[in-house]
T-cell receptor, first 115, second 113 residues
Framework: GAVVSQHPSWVICKSGTSVKIECRSL??????MFWYRQFPKQSLMLMAT?????????EQGVEKDKFLINHASLTLSTLTVTSAHPEDSSFYIC???????????FGPGTRLTVT | QQQVKQSPQSLIVQKGGISIINCAYE??????FPWYQQFPGKGPALLIA?????SEKKEGRFTISFNKSAKQFSLHIMDSQPGDSATYFC????????????FGTGTRLTVIP
């Protein structure tokens, strides 16, 4: 299957700072990328959907000013957690698909810890 | 509102046994039903998927059974192995709208030797 990478795989940051997570589709062009958040022993929660060159669509309850998503190219999307707080500590997973209806491939996830 | 309901929450199976995980949905617009396997600290990986035009799909030790009239589908893992110990998520997706995946709540499978 296609490969989606994330960087970094884990990051620790201080409260109040911002952190950027990158998501790349390595062998296909992703017109749509998704960002999920997963708490321990829970399911994946969709945060936002982004289409290349367009503004991201955020799910209800997700602060778009706090979780900045950029999908500037067909192979790269970034999630920036601004002014991070301990409650933002979580496992963030990106996903990408080539076209609507196509298989959705998941990245390995990024563990964010805010101290 | 949970679009896809999954049970059980956890499952312990002896090595060589059959693991069965069930999911149910309400939205008849769903037309794609994948199962994902997730190991701790990793992203989910597609295991097997089915569309509603077939009632069963088998890939190796993994089988999806699909009951369109009951709006239920299940994952069967035959000859379960300790390496199968992971969390399994069912999901559903429709062709219309945002075409997003809706995930079940997950089942933590433990296969004991």
């Amino acid at each position: 299957g296609a490969v989606v990478s994330q960087h970094p795989s884990w990051v620790i940051c201080k409260s109040g700072t911002s952190v950027k997570i990158e998501c790349r589709s390595l062998d296909f062009q992703a017109t749509t990328m998704f960002w999920y958040r997963q708490f321990p022993k829970q399911s994946l929660m969709l945060m936002a959907t982004s289409n290349e060159g367009s503004k991201a669509t955020y799910e209800q309850g997700v602060e778009k000013d706090k979780f900045l998503i950029n999908h500037a190219s067909l192979t790269l999307s970034t999630l920036t957690v601004t002014s991070a707080h301990p409650e933002d500590s979580s496992f963030y997973i990106c996903s990408a698909r080539e076209t609507i209806g196509a298989e959705q491939y998941f990245g390995p996830g990024t563990r964010l810890t805010v101290t | 509102q949970q679009q896809v309901k999954q049970s059980p929450q956890s499952l312990i199976v002896q090595k060589g046994g059959i693991s069965i995980i069930n999911c149910a949905y309400e939205n008849t617009a769903f037309d794609y039903f994948p199962w994902y396997q997730q190991f701790p600290g990793k992203g989910p990986a597609l295991l097997i998927a089915i569309r509603p035009d077939v009632s069963e799909k088998k890939e190796g030790r993994f089988t999806i059974s699909f009951n369109k009239s009951a709006k239920q589908f299940s994952l069967h893992i035959m000859d379960s192995q300790p390496g199968d110990s992971a969390t399994y998520f069912c999901a559903a997706r429709g062709l219309t709208g945002a075409n997003n995946l809706f995930f079940g709540t997950g089942t933590r499978l433990t296969v004991i030797p």
